[in-house]
């Protein structure tokens, strides 16, 4: 079961005593705003979602249906940070999601497409077992992954279509928390022949990842 702080910061219960029918209204909307301000509130860490014994990629998503968009600095952010703060980008969802679900089992790949125009980059986070990827723009909606063959041509097109745009490489890459450096894994040009992908003859198996120690957190 999942712990959550219970804490709200800055909020207090409307007054029950109430009387009559428009009363009763105002007090029941405000009832109801009181428990989205509160669910607004709830922290988790990222010891929470190593413990859920439920977990899976749309599980997973739904954790942050309620976080921002923001780039920071650093290429990744510290996990702690990124879910004390409920703001990130791509790369802090998609690490996350690759870091949390490979210790549940799940076949994960992390994939980063660069696109024509944008001045830009997107990384996504692909299950295997779902034939799809996790994307941190598709958090807040009820179809949360997105289906997509398993080759990065595949993944790249669909990524890229999401923006508009034309995309002109993609790369598989790892990623350890604990080093804070990313690995290529394999790389795919747009204007290259197909065939000569290096996953034209099969996507190899997800790269293993050594099991690291649970990140440490600032204070």
């Not at 290429?75 to 490979?102: H, K, N, S, W």
């Not at 990065?152 to 350890?176: G, H, K, P, Q």
Request: proline fraction near 7%.
């Amino acid at each position: 079961m999942i712990r959550r702080s219970s804490a709200l910061l800055g909020f207090r219960a409307p007054p029950l005593h109430v009387r009559g029918p428009r009363a009763q209204l105002a007090q029941a909307a405000l009832l109801i705003l009181f428990t989205l301000a509160a669910a607004r509130t709830e922290a988790f860490t990222l010891a929470n979602l190593l413990e859920d014994n439920k977990m899976n990629p749309k599980r997973f998503a739904g954790y942050f249906e309620d976080f921002d968009f923001s780039v920071h600095p650093f290429d990744v952010q510290d996990p702690e940070v990124f879910l004390e703060t409920r703001t990130g980008d791509c790369i802090d969802y998609a690490v996350m999601a690759d870091y949390v679900l490979r210790r549940d089992g799940f076949a994960t790949r992390l994939i980063r497409v660069e696109m024509v125009g944008k001045n830009m980059g997107h990384a996504v986070c692909y299950v295997t077992e779902n034939h799809a990827f996790l994307d941190y723009n598709n958090r807040k909606y009820f179809s949360k992954l997105t289906r997509s063959g398993m080759r990065l041509r595949e993944i790249a097109t669909l990524v890229a279509d999401t923006f508009n745009a034309n995309w002109t490489f993609a790369s598989e890459f790892t990623y350890n928390y604990n080093d804070s450096v990313k690995r290529i894994v394999m790389t795919v040009v747009k204007t290259d022949p197909p065939d000569t992908d290096p996953d034209a003859g099969g996507v190899p198996a997800p790269p293993a990842h050594p099991t690291p120690a649970t990140p440490s957190t600032h204070e």
